[in-house]
Structure formats: structure tokens, C-alpha cells
């Protein structure tokens, strides 16, 4: 009788246990994808051309970048090349053949550029523009 | 009797297994319908577009004096250079493509809200009738923002501006 009931508690031991895995590998599943490489290249590309859109010439914006930092050392690409900016679009790229272009209608004079963890936005009125 | 109860506790462990395999199904359909498709932020830029536009051509709630003469004559040369002038340019990402926003701004008097004085017009026309569809039909075509406010003249006299901005740009928006 006593083996028996030793037996029922470790059956439930490792069912709880198989649960519990279950969950972290469910949970593990989430998170990662929720922190690929496609998802923050669009995130990062849309919030930043909302902010050069939404932003007075002379504003300074600075934008913690530091998951967007780990995922681009994973790929193999240098902090300093994720953004970049042309024009009126802005590109965000995380790995080698990714990247996600967006485009914004602020027309101004905008700046990008990588300081430790962070990206810095320097926005200013254009020069030779209609209202100099 | 405890043979009975090993079979029970077999059937319940199969049981529990489609159960686990349910849950990781729904899961990942559910995972993979969320971040498949995109964040759709053209609302926001719409109302971003329309509150610039808004400050350019009623800065502190009197019309723009490069606008409105103080005789209250709308100025032809403001429209020309619309979107300089508000410091906007809709260009869109290559010459190959067509722009995809569209600006609409009508100037009336406070008293004859009817009679249209002064109209500028920039973008790309071609999805302004989406904007009209019933429902949420439109949604994922387009995202067309309304605002209406009053401004004031040199001379005191009160206009009502009434604003619409769209936003395309339904690849990298909708799915």
C-alpha cells in the first residue's frame, strides 16, 4: 500500500513537472516572437517617423534602442547602421537582409545618429525653405 | 480496483495531451495572427497632419497673415506654395510609386457655412471616395481624419475651417 502511494506522488510530480514545461517552452514561444527581428524593424521605423512628424523644428528626441541593440548583435550588424534616413523615409534594419522603410511628411531637416544604447533625433527647420 | 484506476488515470493522461495540444494549437495561430500583421498607425499620422496643417494656417487662432491679407483677401500665392510654406511634403518613398496622403481645407464664412471662399488641395485624389464608404469597409483602405475650427481675421471676422487629411499607405498598415 505504501509503495502504491509512493508511486502516485511521483506520477504527479513529473505531471506537474511536464506542465510546467509545457508553459515556460508556450511563454519562451511568445516572448520570442514578440522580439523578432521583422516586428522591431517596423515598431522602430513607424514610432520613429511618428516623432520626426509629430516634432517642432528644434527638438533633440532620444529613443532607447537597446532591443533592437541585442537583436542586431545576434544578426551581426553594428549599432550604428540599424537607422538610417534618406529623403523623407526612414529605414530601420536588424539583420542583414531585413530592413523596414517608412516614410514621413514633416519636412524638415532631420538628423539620426547612435549614442551608446540610444538613437538621437535632432530635428530643424529646412535651409532654403519657403519660411526662412 | 486499482487496475480500474491506472486505466482511469492513462485515459485522463490522453485526454490531458490533446487538451496541451489544443492549447499550443490555439496559442500559435493566436501568436502568429497578432504579430502578422501590422501595426496600423495611419490614424494617428492623419491627426498629426491635420493638427500641423492646423497650426500653420491658424497660428494662436487667427488666420496666417501670408494667407489672408488685411483686407481679408485669401492669398493665391499661399496656395501655390501650400506645402512648402506649412513645411509638408507627401512625396512618396520612389518616383514610382503614387503619393499616398491627401489634404482637403475649406475656408467659410462663420455666418454662410455653405458658400466655399477659399479652397487648397494637395495629394493624391484617387482614394478621396474611399473615405465615403459605409462602415469599416474603408478602414483598411484608407484613414481619412475630419476636423472643423474657427479662426479669426484681421479684422475680427470669424472662419470656419473645415479639414480633411487621408492616409493610404495600406501595405505596410493592413492586412
Known amino acids: 500500500m505504501r509503495e502504491k502511494r509512493g508511486q502516485l506522488l511521483v506520477e504527479n510530480v513529473i505531471f506537474i513537472i511536464l506542465n510546467l514545461v509545457f508553459l515556460t517552452i508556450m511563454i519562451l514561444f511568445v516572448v520570442k516572437q514578440g522580439a523578432g527581428a521583422s516586428i522591431l524593424e517596423q515598431s522602430y521605423a513607424k514610432q520613429i517617423s511618428l516623432i520626426i512628424d509629430s516634432a517642432k523644428p528644434g527638438a533633440i528626441i532620444k529613443i532607447n534602442m537597446l532591443d533592437a541593440k541585442k537583436v542586431a548583435d545576434e544578426k551581426g550588424v553594428p549599432f550604428e547602421e540599424i537607422v538610417t ?33 540610444f538613437y538621437i533625433i535632432t530635428v530643424d527647420k529646412k535651409i532654403g525653405g519657403e519660411n526662412d | 480496483m486499482i487496475r480500474g484506476k491506472k486505466a482511469e488515470s492513462k485515459i485522463i493522461s490522453v485526454y490531458w495531451f490533446v487538451i496541451l495540444l489544443l492549447v499550443a494549437t490555439g ?13 496600423d498607425i495611419r490614424r494617428i499620422e492623419a491627426e498629426i497632419l491635420s493638427e500641423n496643417i492646423a497650426n500653420c494656417i491658424s497660428p494662436g487662432g487667427e488666420i496666417n497673415e501670408d494667407l489672408l491679407s488685411p483686407t481679408e483677401i485669401f492669398k493665391e500665392e499661399f496656395r501655390d506654395n501650400f506645402l512648402s510654406r506649412c513645411n509638408v511634403t507627401l512625396d512618396a518613398q520612389s518616383e514610382f510609386k503614387d503619393i499616398q496622403y491627401y489634404l482637403e481645407i475649406e475656408f467659410t464664412k462663420k ?49 470656419s475651417i473645415k479639414m480633411t487629411s487621408m492616409v493610404r499607405k495600406t501595405e505596410q498598415n493592413a492586412k
Open chain 1, 85 to 117: 534616413h534618406e529623403k523623407n523615409f526612414v529605414t530601420v534594419r536588424l539583420s542583414e537582409k531585413g530592413g523596414y522603410t517608412y516614410t514621413f511628411f514633416n519636412d524638415v531637416d532631420v538628423e539620426i545618429y547612435p549614442d551608446d544604447v
Open chain 2, 27 to 39: 496559442i500559435i495561430v493566436m501568436v502568429n495572427v497578432f504579430y502578422g500583421s501590422p501595426y
Open chain 2, 111 to 159: 455666418d454662410s457655412p455653405k458658400r466655399v471662399l477659399f479652397e487648397i488641395v494637395e495629394g493624391n485624389p484617387n482614394f478621396k471616395e474611399d473615405c465615403n464608404l459605409d462602415g469599416t469597409k474603408h478602414e483598411k483602405l484608407v484613414q481619412c481624419v475630419q476636423k472643423e475650427f474657427y479662426s479669426m481675421g484681421e479684422k475680427g471676422t470669424l472662419y
